[in-house]
Structure formats: C-alpha cells, structure tokens
C-alpha cells in the first residue's frame, strides 16, 4: 500500500491556524487512511491511503480539513518513494563544508517555471545556496532559516505555487516513519 507524507502549510504558527495533532489524525482516519502518524507541531502527517491520486487525495485533504477546522490549508504531497529519491537527489550534501542544521527543503504544489532560479536568485543572500530540482528548492541559509529573503511568502509570490518549507532534520524524520511501517502512532511525537 502506498505511504503519503502530507506537509500542511501554515498551520500553528503565531497561535494562528491551530490544529491539534490527535486530532489532525482523527480527520484523516475517517477520510479512510489508515497507519496515520504525525511528527511535531508543524503539520506533518505519514498515512497509507490504497485508492487515489496524489492531486485527488491533496483535494480530499484540503477540503476534510477546511470544512472539520473552517480554515483553508494548503498541502504539499508526496510519497514516500518521492522523498527517499529527495532526500538521495540533495546536491548540496556533496559539499563537505555543509551544515546540515541549515540545509532545508521547499516542496512546492507544483513544477516551478524554467526561470525559477532567476526569480529566486535575488533573494538569496551571499552565502545562501539554492538548487532547483522538480518540485523541490533545496535550500542552504547559514544565517539560519528565520533570516532568509528565501520565505514560503517570497517563494510562492515569485512562482505562483504553494510552498512549505522543511528542515533536514525534519524530512529525514518523515522518511524514517514512512519506513518503519511498525512505528507507533505518534500521540507522543505532537
């Protein structure tokens, strides 16, 4: 059965859009997913769902979690197949120099235009990096993310797609659930 990493953007940040995880995972049981496991407060979610799409199932998502919370959520989906060959494809572990506590991935809802980098360029900083791959930005802020012109704001205005934003440490995490089909429901993760 096929594994899904829902990122949901822009929820519990600033005391705005909260959702509390149990019961995150509660909506998406009775949308039918079963396996469901949630890490940290940031709006996270590894499910197994057998019989949709990607796009069908983001829709699905987005409408059960607009009409259970009366707040529009924008996700970003992928499969776990996706994220291993995200996570292998990073160009920029392949500098020894990096800092892998300031490396991040921006997942988009969709392929950015060809000009993306030319778009996006301007907005990094001098020892900022960025690598445009698919629907991937991986992202390297050595001044720390919270510095960075390169925001899911400033990312989705530039490109007209959804953007979410996750930290190394983080997507490796969601990996790792994805894998681990044994793994506990996480009432203790968020």
Same mark, same amino acid.
């Given at each position: 059965m096929p594994i899904?990493? =829902?990122?949901l953007r *822009?929820? +519990? /940040?600033s005391g705005k859009n909260v959702i509390k995880m149990d019961t995150l995972r509660e909506c998406f049981a009775r949308l039918g997913f079963t396996s469901i496991r949630t890490y940290i407060q940031s709006g996270n979610v590894v499910f197994d769902n =057998?019989? =949709?799409? /990607?796009? *069908? #199932? %983001?829709k699905t998502i987005e409408q059960a979690i607009l009409s259970e919370f009366g707040f529009a959520v924008p996700i970003v989906l992928r499969t776990s197949k996706q994220v291993t060959e995200i996570v292998k494809g990073n !160009? #920029?572990?392949k %500098? !020894?120099?990096?800092d892998t506590s300031k490396l991040h991935i921006t997942f988009l809802s969709d392929h950015p235009p060809r000009n993306a !980098? =030319?778009? #996006? %360029? !301007?907005l990094a900083g001098t020892t900022e990096q960025l690598y445009i791959i698919g629907k991937e930005i &991986? #992202? &390297?802020c050595p001044a720390g993310y919270g510095n960075t012109k390169l925001s899911n704001a400033a990312i989705e205005k530039k490109l007209s797609v959804v953007a979410t934003t996750r930290n190394w440490k983080t997507v490796n995490t969601l990996l790792d659930i994805a894998q681990c089909? +044994?793994?506990?429901p996480s009432g203790n993760r968020a």
């Open positions: 899904f990493i =829902a990122l *822009g929820i +519990n /940040v =057998a019989h =949709a799409s /990607v796009t *069908g #199932l %983001r !160009p #920029l572990l %500098r !020894p120099t990096i !980098p =030319a778009l #996006l %360029r !301007p &991986y #992202l &390297y089909k +044994n793994a506990r």
